[in-house]
């Protein structure tokens, strides 16, 4: 016998009983529709809490991954009023000006270099440059830096798409100065620049040469380095103490311009601790060129980038980076802060299934592959990710053996009751 059969509640019902998710009543409308047209009604909720997370929200890392390139790299601090600022205006003279004056001289100041640039990540610095100074012209890059980092950013493609052509020196592990020398000196080639690229994720070991900026600047040609991950200054002077062991090995703007670069470029979310931006620093006339392209237009950052990186320009200068930025707090912290603070946690939570651990942290976004910080963390009996995850504050953390990993490293001190609610709305 079959039940008899119930009338389904109408669109705009349904939608109404979705109130309580806090959705806008178009999309739960939409929602609502879905369900019905499903045959399932009693999925409404779960579509609507599936669209929920489906939206950007904050969460704690607890990977142990500090620039975690899907939570958004360097964490950052942002507000702004909704007031005019002067983006392309200025003041003194009243006139239109430039968008890329107020951080451009910045970032000049801290690189050493003669004039700088903003656009919207990295990858548009790169093409930017090629296209700028390099279109329908030769670039010789080494073989071993002809590399691809993260998905689809790939250099013998950004070449393609900046219509510059690439010629390959050297080999995969060895490439000197003289393979650069022979290709310059090439009758069938026009060089207009050598391009040098940090490879970041990935390394080559054992019988390796690569040739350095101040060789290549030995040239005739102009040098651009992409040095990738926004390390300012190889002595990271704003930390007390010797460079973080981690960091040998890590390209750093001021070095690079010193030892000769002529353009450099760098990533504004990565070691730097900004916003997602893409710097361009080195002489004021290849600088100038860069301007000038039509691309630069396409790739400008906005109001909002440019002022928060204006921020993070003024607080390295400033010498607050180790307190205001929130990659370098991360770092800073000791390993005694970090113990003291899971066995907080643990002694919060009472539960023999939770235990204080040494741990391995990584700076993140292909910055110092295959190197570790010691960090402390968390174990706990299981596989919580899924539970976890649906906290209200998700808290995002690393399973293994069927066991669950918490590292503090990149968590905020503040965020220590969002971990212990999670942990124990997990356990019971
Ligand atoms: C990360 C990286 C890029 C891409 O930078 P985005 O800011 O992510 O666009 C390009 N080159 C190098 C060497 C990098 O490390």
Redesign the pocket.
């Known amino acids: 016998m079959t039940a008899p059969q119930q009338r389904p509640p109408s669109v705009d019902t349904l939608a109404r009983s979705l109130t309580s998710s806090g959705l806008p009543h178009p999309i739960c409308v939409d929602i609502a529709r879905d369900a019905i047209e499903s045959g399932d009604v009693s999925s409404a909720p779960v579509l609507a809490a599936a669209f929920s997370r489906s939206l950007l929200t904050d969460v704690v890392n607890a990977t142990g991954v500090l620039l975690h390139?899907n939570l958004g790299?360097a964490p950052l601090a942002h507000s702004q009023p909704a007031a005019a600022q002067t983006v392309e205006f200025d003041l003194s003279s009243g006139a239109r000006g430039s968008r890329q004056t107020a951080v451009g001289q910045l970032f000049a100041r801290l690189t050493g270099a003669e004039d700088a640039m903003v656009v919207?990540?990295?990858?548009?610095?790169?093409l930017l440059v090629l296209a700028a100074v390099a279109a329908g012209r030769d670039v010789p890059v080494s073989r071993g830096e002809s590399?691809e980092?993260?998905g689809s950013?790939r250099v013998p493609e950004v070449m393609e798409q900046s219509g510059c052509r690439l010629v390959d020196v050297g080999t995969t592990n060895r490439t000197r100065l003289s393979d650069y020398e022979r290709a310059v000196a090439r009758d069938d080639t026009d060089v207009a620049m050598v391009m040098k690229?940090?490879?970041?994720?990935y390394r080559v070991e054992g019988f390796i040469e690569e040739t350095s900026i101040a060789e290549l600047a030995t040239l005739d040609v102009p040098v651009m380095a992409?040095?990738?991950?926004g390390l300012l200054d190889a002595n990271v002077p704003w930390l007390k103490g010797a460079p973080p062991a981690w960091l040998a090995g890590e390209p750093a703007a001021v070095q690079a311009i010193a030892d000769g670069a002529d353009l450099i470029?760098?990533?504004?979310?990565?070691l730097l601790g900004g916003p997602?931006?893409?710097i361009i620093a080195g002489r004021r006339d290849l600088v100038e060129e860069c301007k000038r392209h039509p691309l630069a237009r396409a790739l400008r950052p906005g109001g909002l980038v440019l002022r928060s990186l204006q921020n993070t320009a003024l607080t390295y200068l400033d010498k607050r980076a180790a307190k205001d930025i929130a990659f370098w707090r991360m770092v800073d912290r000791t390993l005694a802060e970090l113990r003291a603070d899971a066995e907080r946690i643990v002694a919060d939570l009472d539960d023999a299934r939770v235990q204080v651990a040494q741990m391995d942290a990584l700076p993140g976004?292909?910055?110092a592959p295959g190197i570790t910080m010691a960090s402390i963390g968390l174990v706990v009996e299981g596989d919580l990710l899924e539970a976890l995850r649906s906290h209200e504050t998700p808290v995002i953390a690393r399973s293994r053996d069927d066991r669950t990993f918490l590292d503090l490293r990149a968590v905020d001190p503040a965020d220590h009751p969002v971990v212990v609610a999670a942990l124990t709305a997990a356990l019971t």
């Open positions: 390139t790299r919207n990540n990295n990858a548009a610095a790169v590399v980092i993260g950013f690229v940090h490879p970041s994720n992409d040095i990738g991950s470029t760098f990533s504004g979310d990565k997602q931006a893409g976004a292909g910055s």
